[in-house]
């Protein structure tokens, strides 16, 4: 089954990672940006780390015929430097209209505090000021259900949101309802220990329903499985779900958030592959 | 989406696996009182959290793990922007 992995810091993993995805059926991801394992020192590393983002990456990915997007921002670990954040967020916009760049993400909060709201406000009005899709961060362990009623509360307030054009990832059992009900589209992480297994993945789908929701593996530099997705799709198999409701989840609802953006644009693997063959005719 | 399998099935395929995971919850927590030093750990409040944790799971309902969750969970107050 063909799938897209919404969320993957490819920038973190090796070539042979993009290769085993694409045998699994992997035919698109997306790559927000995110924490290096250390604070980056001025605007010109993000500016780096942007370049890489939207020019090696999508490159590299092609080697395996994965097709590349990604999410610009700095992270929420970094907020608490509020000036190196303001001069990040000044600077994204001389990458928003590169091919594959689907809007500002991933924002949000880490340890919920005042900074951190406030880059994460300044991101939401970046992303309003220039039409973009906003993929949000929601904090781990004990901080994730504060930290998700804070974000939603802050985008409820800015009335130039629209939750349509929102994704909320990282959503467990205790925040998925609250960002479902306001109309957010929900990302489950499949997450060694700290987030969910895809058999819990598979409870909240039913129990929530399969629409505005889809699975990734945030696969990165910390203990992670770039091919947790299949792991999703073989636990709904094993529980009696048809393909086509699989497909559901794991490729058409990402590709409909994606399709929202204006740099969103895909090529249906039966559609490139023929294209690659005709090369050879 | 409701479920597909009914409980019999359910309980069938997670049999093993939920007794091997009370067996590794009981295991854990007999390494803690094992260790020199377990008496001091008697008001720490992770344990609180895994013993309400617990006696959740013996609790009725489908939101077992919601609730659970919780537990784990700092608390919101909805005037945290005021």
């Not at chain 2, 007794?19 to 094992?34: C, H, P, T, V």
Request: charged share 30%; net charge negative.
């Amino acid at each position: 089954m063909y799938f897209v992995d919404p969320h993957v810091h490819m920038i973190s993993r090796v070539t042979d990672d993009y290769e085993r995805m694409a045998r699994m059926g992997c035919v698109a991801l997306s790559e927000p940006a995110f924490w290096a394992g250390f604070d980056r020192g001025s605007v010109d590393g993000f500016r780096d780390y942007f370049r890489q983002l939207t020019e090696f990456e999508p490159t590299r990915a092609s080697w395996s015929r994965i097709q590349h997007f990604t999410w610009l921002c700095i992270n929420a670990k970094e907020a608490e430097n509020v000036s190196l954040s303001r001069e990040v967020i000044a600077m994204i916009p001389e990458f928003l209209d590169r091919p594959g760049v689907l809007g500002i993400g991933e924002i949000g909060l880490n340890k919920n505090t005042r900074n951190e709201a406030t880059i994460f406000q300044e991101h939401v009005d970046l992303a309003m000021k220039t039409n973009e899709l906003i993929l949000i961060h929601t904090p781990h362990l004990q901080d994730k259900y504060k930290g998700t009623r804070m974000i939603i509360d802050m985008l409820l307030d800015d009335s130039r949101v629209d939750p349509d054009r929102v994704l909320i990832d990282h959503v467990e059992e205790h925040t998925v309802g609250h960002a479902r009900e306001e109309g957010f589209w929900c990302a489950m992480t499949l997450y060694p220990v700290t987030k969910c297994t895809p058999a819990r993945a598979a409870d909240i789908i039913e129990m929530y329903g399969d629409d505005r929701i889809m699975v990734n593996s945030a696969g990165d530099w910390g203990p992670s499985n770039p091919t947790a997705v299949p792991d999703f799709i073989q636990e709904l198999r094993r529980r009696g779900y048809s393909e086509s409701k699989i497909k559901k989840i794991v490729y058409d609802n990402p590709l409909e958030f994606f399709a929202k953006s204006r740099n969103f644009a895909f090529t249906p693997p039966d559609i490139l592959a023929a294209e690659e063959q005709a090369k050879f005719d | 989406m409701a479920s597909l399998q009914t409980a019999t099935e359910v309980l069938e395929q997670s049999f093993l696996e939920i007794r091997a995971k009370l067996l590794e919850i009981g295991a854990s927590l007999d390494r803690i009182e094992r260790a020199e030093d377990s008496s001091h750990l008697k008001n720490d409040p992770r344990l609180a959290q895994i013993s309400r944790s617990i006696e959740i799971l013996n609790e009725d309902g489908f939101d077992r793990a919601e609730r659970i969750q919780q537990v784990f969970s700092d608390s919101y107050d909805p005037n945290w922007n005021s």
